[in-house]
């Protein structure tokens, strides 16, 4: 067997382990809740993380000489090791610097020791953070391989179809909510809704990339309605907030990025920000802004990012989608600024699926329908829709010129991963 289809074997054998804990797709393609708890690692890395030392130090990786040596292993026919897969248990991605003299790019966040026991969503044993994936990293540049994109992201959508649907069932079975309960008649409208169909932009969508995206947007979902009880007590429900009928709703989680620092040469960036928000509008009307959502649902999107912080420590696939935002900005620098071409480095190889085989996950075509129920003013449904939208291109455009940043560039230069730096 040669070294191409050895790496290939053992992608698919890596990727019959990357099994997300709260989600999963059908043997039809569809997105179903396996449950709506948070990850049950957290509670334990954080009350172990007290004993840990965290020293704030960052993790430098070239990110030249961690292809190179990718690419040998895997044409050794052997299996990646964690440290080059998880990127040494780098959490965040705050630096991006050129080195055209040496010819490198080096990347720079802080690392912790991690728990990868779920190879889907490694956690790191201090903060609990999802890790940067390496794969994660091919599937961003490739989206820029000549393209770019507008949007990278998601959308589970509510057809007029469904919308029909789910409406005839309400009058079918709503005035019988207070006999048969409220759980009997969510179920059956759901069953009614049907599953909703998911459209990946941007990336491949047989990657753990496009899954991110659309689970995270599912659990969206599934806390406005109350699906997903709120991981913190300053933030509920769109669903709880409701005082009369009022017009269907879709919440999102877009980019949220503050402008980067770039140093005067344009040879060192800082990433700042959230990296995402949570945004709001109409379900049937596309140009609709934040302020023509009602009263509840604007206090809905309010409390998302008032509170960001406390439910993205819960709900880890949003903290795995900010990584994902910040991985995507990294790759339209590459592109955008030509780094790749400044440090001599070729992406040819990573660029090209036949060589490099990310692993694999199930596509997701559908997703099943989600509702709340609820009586107000005689109406008894709440329904949203929404999706993900990443606008890496608009994130690496907005710049602030700084000098300090360029300080950060200074750093060891052996082996693929160049050490930490205080």
């Given at each position: 067997?040669?070294?191409?289809?050895?790496?290939?074997?053992?992608?698919?054998?890596?990727?019959?382990?990357?099994?997300?804990?709260?989600?999963?797709?059908?043997?039809?393609?569809?997105?179903?809740?396996?449950?709506?708890?948070?990850?049950?690692?957290?509670?334990?890395?954080?009350?172990?993380?007290?004993?840990?030392?965290?020293?704030?130090?960052?993790?430098?990786?070239?990110?030249?000489?961690?292809?190179?040596?990718?690419?040998?292993?895997?044409?050794?026919?052997?299996?990646?090791?964690?440290?080059?897969?998880?990127?040494?248990?780098?959490?965040?991605?705050?630096?991006?610097?050129?080195?055209?003299?040496?010819?490198?790019?080096?990347?720079?966040?802080?690392?912790?020791?991690?728990?990868?026991?779920?190879?889907?969503?490694?956690?790191?044993?201090?903060?609990?953070?999802?890790?940067?994936?390496?794969?994660?990293?091919?599937?961003?540049?490739?989206?820029?391989?000549?393209?770019?994109?507008?949007?990278?992201?998601?959308?589970?959508?509510?057809?007029?179809?469904?919308?029909?649907?789910?409406?005839?069932?309400?009058?079918?079975?709503?005035?019988?909510?207070?006999?048969?309960?409220?759980?009997?008649?969510?179920?059956?409208?759901c069953e009614a809704g049907g599953p909703q169909p998911v459209k990946v932009y941007g990336v491949d969508p047989d990657t753990r990339f496009a899954f991110v995206c659309v689970e995270a947007d599912y659990r969206l979902k599934q806390l406005a309605l109350g699906v997903y009880a709120s991981p913190t007590p300053k933030v509920t429900s769109y669903k709880s907030m409701l005082t009369a009928p009022e017009e269907s709703?879709?919440?999102?989680?877009?980019?949220?990025?503050?402008?980067?620092?770039?140093?005067?040469?344009?040879?060192?960036?800082?990433?700042?920000?959230?990296?995402?928000?949570?945004?709001?509008?109409?379900?049937?009307?596309?140009?609709?802004?934040?302020?023509?959502?009602?009263?509840?649902?604007?206090?809905?999107?309010?409390?998302?990012?008032?509170?960001?912080?406390?439910?993205?420590?819960?709900?880890?696939?949003?903290?795995?989608?900010?990584?994902?935002?910040?991985?995507?900005?990294?790759?339209?620098?590459?592109?955008?600024?030509?780094?790749?071409?400044?440090?001599?480095?070729?992406?040819?190889?990573?660029?090209?699926?036949?060589?490099?085989?990310?692993?694999?996950?199930?596509?997701?075509?559908?997703?099943?329908?989600?509702?709340?129920?609820?009586?107000?003013?005689?109406?008894?449904?709440?329904?949203?829709?929404?999706?993900?939208?990443?606008?890496?291109?608009?994130?690496?455009?907005?710049?602030?010129?700084?000098?300090?940043?360029?300080?950060?560039?200074?750093?060891?230069?052996?082996?693929?991963?160049?050490?930490?730096?205080?």
């Open positions: 067997m040669n070294a191409l289809l050895l790496a290939a074997a053992f992608c698919a054998q890596y990727a019959a382990a990357y099994d997300p804990m709260g989600v999963h797709v059908d043997a039809d393609g569809v997105l179903r809740s396996r449950t709506t708890d948070a990850d049950p690692r957290l509670a334990e890395l954080w009350k172990n993380a007290k004993s840990r030392q965290k020293d704030g130090q960052l993790l430098y990786i070239s990110l030249p000489r961690l292809f190179a040596e990718a690419r040998r292993i895997i044409g050794e026919g052997k299996p990646l090791p964690d440290d080059i897969r998880y990127l040494g248990g780098m959490t965040k991605l705050q630096y991006v610097f050129v080195y055209p003299d040496d010819k490198d790019v080096v990347i720079a966040g802080p690392a912790e020791p991690i728990d990868a026991k779920v190879p889907y969503r490694p956690l790191g044993l201090v903060s609990g953070r999802p890790v940067l994936h390496l794969d994660d990293i091919v599937v961003a540049l490739r989206a820029f391989d000549g393209k770019k994109p507008d949007r990278i992201g998601c959308d589970i959508e509510i057809t007029k179809e469904i919308q029909e649907r789910i409406s005839n069932k309400i009058k079918a079975v709503g005035p019988t909510a207070q006999v048969v309960g409220f759980r009997k008649v969510v179920e059956q409208i709703h879709r919440f999102s989680l877009e980019s949220n990025m503050d402008a980067l620092r770039v140093s005067p040469d344009g040879r060192a960036f800082e990433l700042r920000g959230s990296s995402l928000k949570v945004n709001g509008g109409l379900l049937d009307k596309p140009d609709s802004k934040p302020e023509d959502m009602s009263t509840a649902g604007k206090r809905f999107v309010a409390l998302c990012n008032e509170n960001w912080d406390a439910l993205a420590r819960h709900l880890v696939a949003w903290t795995d989608l900010a990584n994902l935002a910040d991985l995507a900005v990294l790759a339209a620098l590459v592109h955008g600024d030509k780094l790749a071409e400044k440090a001599g480095w070729d992406l040819a190889w990573l660029l090209d699926a036949k060589a490099w085989a990310t692993v694999k996950m199930p596509a997701t075509k559908s997703a099943q329908t989600q509702c709340a129920y609820t009586s107000v003013g005689g109406r008894s449904i709440v329904f949203v829709t929404g999706g993900v939208w990443f606008k890496p291109v608009e994130s690496a455009a907005r710049r602030a010129s700084d000098e300090a940043v360029a300080r950060e560039a200074a750093r060891p230069a052996e082996g693929w991963s160049v050490g930490r730096k205080k």
